[in-house]
C-alpha cells in the first residue's frame, strides 16, 4: 500500500522567490512518486514523476522535485516562482492505482 | 501527445434522471482507463478502474449499480450516473494510461455534474 501527505493546505511566495510544495510517503515497496497541477475547473496535468534513477528529477515549467528515501519526502521545488504558477498542487502516489494527497494551493504574490 | 479529452464538460440534470459521460484518449490507446471524483477544495478519490473489455473494478464504497462504467474500446470509456441525486453533484475526472505505460496517466479536463 501507498500512501502520501502533503502537510500544508496552503503556500504564499512572492513572485520571483524560490517556491517549495512539501510532500512526504508512506510505501512498503519502491515508490512510485508523481506530481500534478490543477487550474480551477481543469483536470490535472502531469508535472513530473519519479520511478527509479536520479533522486532530483526535473520536470514541465521549470519544476523539479527531490526523491529523499531517508526523509520519505518528495517535495517539489521551482527557483523562481510566476504569478501564473498559483494553482492546486497534488503530490500522488502508486504504481497502478494512484492515491493522491490533500493538495496544496499555490499562491504567488505579485 | 497523449491528450484525453472528457466530454460534456458541464452537465445540469434533474433528480432522478441518468448522466453519462465520455474520456477519450485521442491520440493514443489505453488500455486503462480510470475514474476519479472530486468535492471542492478536496482531493481525488478514485471510484474506479476498467480495462477494456472486462469489467470495471470499483473502490470500496463506490456502488457499482449507481456508477456505471463501461470500457468498450481502447479510446473510450464512458461513466454514466443512474438515478442522480444532489449528492451526487461533483467534479469527475477521468485518466487513461498508454498500453504498455501504466505508470503515466493522463487526465481529462473533469466534467462538473449538477444534479438540482
Known amino acids: 500500500a501507498q500512501s502520501v501527505a502533503q502537510p500544508e493546505d496552503q503556500v504564499n511566495v512572492a513572485e520571483g522567490n524560490p517556491l517549495t510544495v512539501k510532500c512526504t510517503y508512506s510505501?512498503?515497496?519502491?515508490?512510485?512518486l508523481f506530481w500534478y497541477v490543477q487550474y480551477p475547473n481543469r483536470g490535472l496535468q502531469f508535472l513530473l514523476k519519479?520511478?527509479?534513477?536520479?533522486?532530483l528529477v526535473k520536470g514541465s515549467y521549470g519544476f523539479e522535485a527531490e526523491f529523499n528515501k531517508s526523509q520519505t519526502s518528495f517535495h517539489l521545488k521551482k527557483p523562481s516562482a510566476l504569478v501564473s504558477d498559483s494553482a492546486l498542487y497534488f503530490c500522488?502516489?502508486?504504481?497502478?492505482?494512484?492515491?493522491f494527497g490533500k493538495g496544496t494551493k499555490l499562491s504567488v504574490i505579485p | 501527445g497523449a491528450v484525453v479529452s472528457q466530454h460534456p464538460s458541464r452537465v445540469i440534470c434533474k433528480s432522478g434522471t441518468s448522466v453519462k459521460i465520455e474520456c477519450r484518449s485521442l491520440?493514443?490507446?489505453?488500455?486503462?482507463m480510470f475514474w476519479y471524483r472530486q468535492f471542492p477544495k478536496k482531493s481525488l478519490m478514485l471510484m474506479a478502474t476498467?480495462?477494456?473489455?472486462?469489467?470495471?473494478?470499483?473502490e470500496q464504497g463506490v456502488e457499482k449499480d449507481k456508477f456505471l462504467i463501461n470500457h468498450a474500446s481502447l479510446t473510450l470509456s464512458t461513466l454514466t450516473v443512474t438515478s442522480a441525486h444532489p449528492e451526487d453533484s461533483s467534479f469527475y475526472i477521468c485518466?487513461?494510461?498508454?498500453?504498455?505505460?501504466?505508470?503515466?496517466?493522463?487526465f481529462g479536463p473533469g466534467t462538473r455534474l449538477t444534479v438540482t
Open positions: 485518466s487513461a494510461a498508454r498500453e504498455g505505460n501504466i505508470y503515466e496517466q493522463y
Open positions: 476498467s480495462n477494456e473489455g472486462s469489467k470495471a473494478t470499483y
Open positions: 519519479y520511478i527509479t534513477g536520479d533522486n
Open positions: 510505501v512498503s515497496g519502491n515508490p512510485y
Open positions: 491520440d493514443f490507446q489505453a488500455t486503462t
Open positions: 500522488a502516489g502508486g504504481a497502478y492505482q494512484l492515491t
